[in-house]
């Protein structure tokens, strides 16, 4: 957990500094950077993991409440977005992602092994690659492609640019299909490395939009904490494990990592789907950063009493 608390903190510091530093030239990077992420790294971590997995039935019960949840917590995302708070599209979409898209791999593992033990991590696993991804690839990206700015203006375009900026999903469907035999054990253990490694670029890149839209001679760092940014926290928080606990209580007893990875902070791989299709960056940066700090406190904490 200490491990992963300080590649956070320098990653962002890293972030930081380049913008405050290099301005231009880091803003331009880093997109570069979110377009490697989106175009080579992120649909090679796809189709390896996804040709590798093998699915249980004992999995089953808990996958299709985590689906139901995170539907229920979009939906007030959008609700909350564009009817109480009245957001411009963009704001919007991204305030639906800053709840739908989870950080359950980069946090919710190594936490789970941390508080729960490392035989909780066949279901944290299990629910990163079957709920977290496909909420990315289908609904972070759906979701951009729909509120984005740079999506286009008919729904035949907006189509278009779901399916063209969204090379991970097609890694997904060729890994469904693929036999086990393309996805070697070499390969495999690569794109879960990969997968680990993205940390840093994503929360570098998280520093730096931090610092895009700062005021003249301003460093707001910490980000503002606005109303959008309190409604995705207690909707990512706070309601979304409660839905879990509420329905391990009345359904069935839930696996305790699945709980856990219910509350996990916001995903940073959100800057990836604001990047590609013009959703509110800053508005998504800061409730990457707050969600994060509050989980990565609560841990460090709940560690060090344990």
Not at 1 to 27: F, N, Y
Not at 49 to 60: D, N, P, R
Not at 254 to 272: E, I, S
């Amino acid at each position: 957990m200490l491990g992963v608390t300080l590649a956070i903190c320098a990653s962002v510091g890293a972030g930081v500094g380049a913008e405050w530093r290099w301005r231009e030239r880091a803003h331009a990077f880093t997109r570069r950077v979110l377009d490697v992420l989106l175009y080579v790294f992120l649909p090679f971590i796809a189709f390896f993991t996804i040709a590798s997995l093998h699915v249980t039935t004992g999995v089953g019960v808990g996958l299709v409440v985590g689906y139901a949840e995170l539907a229920i917590v979009t939906a007030l995302a959008y609700l909350a977005g564009s009817r109480l708070l009245r957001l411009p599209r963009p704001a919007t979409g991204a305030l639906m992602c800053a709840v739908a898209l989870v950080n359950t791999g980069y946090l919710g593992l190594p936490i789970t092994a941390a508080a729960l033990g490392s035989d909780q991590l066949g279901p944290a696993i299990a629910w990163d690659a079957l709920v977290s991804a496909p909420m990315l690839l289908i609904v972070g990206f759906g979701t951009g492609a729909v509120f984005g700015t740079r999506a286009g203006d008919t729904r035949r375009e907006r189509l278009r640019a779901f399916v063209t900026r969204n090379p991970p999903l097609l890694a997904v469907v060729l890994g469904l299909l693929a036999p086990a035999s393309f996805a070697p054990e070499a390969m495999v253990d690569l794109a879960r490395a990969l997968a680990v490694a993205l940390i840093v670029p994503g929360f570098f890149a998280l520093g730096v939009f931090l610092m895009i839209e700062r005021d003249e001679g301003t460093l707001p760092f910490p980000p503002p904490f606005t109303t959008p940014v309190a409604v995705a926290l207690a909707l990512r928080l706070l309601v979304a494990p409660a839905l879990v606990a509420l329905a391990s209580t009345l359904l069935v007893t839930l696996p305790d990592a699945y709980l856990l990875q219910a509350a996990m902070p916001t995903g940073v791989n959100g800057l990836v789907v604001a990047h590609a299709y013009g959703l509110d960056l800053r508005l998504l940066a800061s409730a990457i950063a707050w969600s994060t700090a509050v989980v990565v406190a609560a841990a460090s904490l709940a560690t060090v009493a344990g």
